[in-house]
């Protein structure tokens, strides 16, 4: 069986991105008007499941380097050999999270009844990738800071989501370490899908 479902952050219209750079006081209505316009769009082409487009979103660690505490935001920077930016979350103290980061981030109350609903999230060692790390003694105590992190924003989304996508980037310097370290999540991930009892599908998906 094929399922069909759209990915990531979708571009901001023009209006958006105008309201965006005059800080419009009216814009988080304009980013709801439009999400739910966009929802539509996927309601209407019977995508298999709905997902937030995400367009109040400046990249796609953006909710995490702005309230995960350890965190400080640091300059933007190139996403890998892609012409997009963000901006790099530096780990300064130990990571952790109050659980509500996703549940805050991504629109809920706009998804009706009968929605399957997808979210994307990037995997630990992309999260870890992308950081620049002033704390943690060893890449897998980070990485495993982040699956614990990511793990705990699941567990409070448990009852709206169908399917997680997890973006990886299987490369970089942490490379010598993805045996282990993946292995170490994906025990993880099949302890969450206990916890989801089972209502949850995983994908895992290569970032090029």
């Not at 988080?28 to 298999?48: A, G, P, T, V, Y």
């Amino acid at each position: 069986m094929i399922n069909y479902w759209s990915a990531g952050i979708y571009p901001r219209n023009e209006k958006l991105i105008e309201s965006t750079r005059s800080y419009d006081k009216t814009l988080e209505k304009q980013f709801k008007k439009e999400k739910s316009r966009l929802l539509r769009i996927q309601l209407n082409n019977k995508l298999d499941y709905i997902s937030d487009p995400l367009i109040d979103w400046d990249d796609n660690l953006r909710p995490f380097t702005d309230n995960l505490r350890g965190i400080e935001r640091g300059p933007l920077t190139r996403y890998y050999e892609n012409n997009t930016f963000y901006r790099q979350p530096i780990i300064k103290s130990k990571l952790s999270t109050t659980g509500n980061i996703l549940k805050n981030s991504i629109c809920f109350d706009l998804f009706t009844s009968k929605s399957k609903v997808k979210i994307d999230i990037l995997d630990p060692f992309t999260l870890y990738d992308l950081s620049a790390n002033e704390f943690y003694k060893s890449e897998e105590e980070a990485v495993n800071a982040f699956a614990e992190i990511i793990k705990k924003e699941l567990n409070s989304i448990k009852k709206e989501v169908q399917l997680i996508q997890f973006n990886s980037r299987l490369t970089g310097s942490y490379q010598q370490h993805v045996p282990t370290l993946f292995l170490n999540f994906y025990l993880r991930v099949v302890l969450l899908q206990i916890v989801f009892l089972q209502r949850v599908t995983v994908n895992f998906t290569l970032l090029l």
